[in-house]
C-alpha cells in the first residue's frame, strides 16, 4: 500500500498512547 503507511504511522502512535 503505496502512502498507507504514512497515515497509518500516526494512527497507531495515536492509539497507542491513548490506550496508555
Known amino acids: 500500500m503505496l ?4 497515515i497509518e ?3 497507531r502512535y495515536a492509539a ?3 490506550v496508555h
Request: aromatic share 10%.
Open 3 to 6: 502512502g498507507g503507511n504514512l
Open 9 to 11: 504511522a500516526p494512527l
Open 16 to 18: 497507542f498512547q491513548l
